[in-house]
């Protein structure tokens, strides 16, 4: 899939994969893989690095669809002492994420967030902010995270903008070769089933290099115009204090491939 991160997000925001082959491939390999596919590094992703420079400034954390944790571990590795906080409803990542006893772990999805007034800032990264793919789900999702957050705090996401067309990038084609945590060969691909207005439905395949099907999963992800952003932060109570079309804070052009939102609590 064009991009490096992150597919496994609607697993962990919103409805969830849904099986259409029995588990060949465990939960729990499908979490380690992703850490193989996806490390977390601040040093070499600017993607990473803007992330990590906002959450190691800021007092306390909660990140929605944390995953398996690899943010706010890094932020503790780095010297972060104030509250972290990861939420996500992927029981198989949140085993791998706690490994850390240092970093609060909660099940749920964005929407059952159910913090008040505790974080000065919220982030949702990787595109997980495309998961939420109904008006409910993301005004559901966005009023607990405002509720979460205190008076003047900021809520951090990015969303592919839909003028780049990234679902294009999305076939066998490009398939990804990899190792896995335990040592075994797999390829990896990813296919757009339709594209319905701004939903796009796509399969990830994961399978051995001879192209035995181990698992496929399913997923929606909404890809919001600005405007449409705009309505929905504004809806929740929030103000968009900086919008950037790219991870080096650059504005947003007419070849944008990222809409990347720093939005502040009213």
């Not at 803007?50 to 932020?75: I, K, P, Q, R, W």
């Not at 800032?121 to 957050?149: E, N, P, Y």
Request: glycine share 8%; proline share 4%; charged share 20%.
């Amino acid at each position: 899939m064009n991009g490096r991160r992150r597919y496994r997000s609607n697993q962990l925001i919103a409805a969830g994969w849904a099986w259409i082959l029995p588990p060949v491939y465990s939960d729990a390999d499908a979490a380690a893989l992703y850490d193989v596919l996806n490390p977390w590094d601040p040093k070499h992703s600017p993607g990473d690095r803007f992330y990590h420079e906002l959450v190691m400034a800021a007092g306390s954390v909660l990140d929605v669809g944390c995953g398996t944790g690899a943010m706010l571990a890094c932020a503790r590795e780095h010297g972060h002492r104030g509250r972290l906080a990861g939420l996500d409803p992927d029981r198989a990542a949140l085993q791998r994420a706690r490994c850390r006893a240092d970093v609060q772990w909660a099940e749920g999805t964005a929407a059952q967030a159910r913090w008040e007034a505790e974080f000065d800032l919220a982030t949702m990264t990787g595109h997980a902010f495309q998961f939420l793919v109904t008006d409910h789900d993301l005004r559901a999702s966005l009023a607990a995270i405002r509720t979460a957050l205190r008076g003047g705090g900021h809520f951090v996401f990015e969303t592919r903008h839909p003028q780049a067309r990234a679902w294009e990038g999305w076939h066998p084609a490009n398939a990804t070769d990899v190792t896995d945590a335990a040592g075994r060969a797999l390829r990896v691909w990813h296919q757009v089933e339709s594209v319905t207005q701004d939903v796009v439905t796509v399969t990830e395949t994961t399978a051995r290099p001879d192209g035995t099907v181990l698992r496929v999963d399913h997923a929606s992800l909404r890809f919001p115009a600005i405007k449409t952003l705009s309505v929905l932060l504004t809806g929740a109570g929030f103000t968009i204090e900086s919008q950037y079309g790219d991870w080096h804070r650059g504005p947003i052009t007419s070849t944008s491939q990222e809409i990347i939102t720093i939005a502040r609590r009213l």
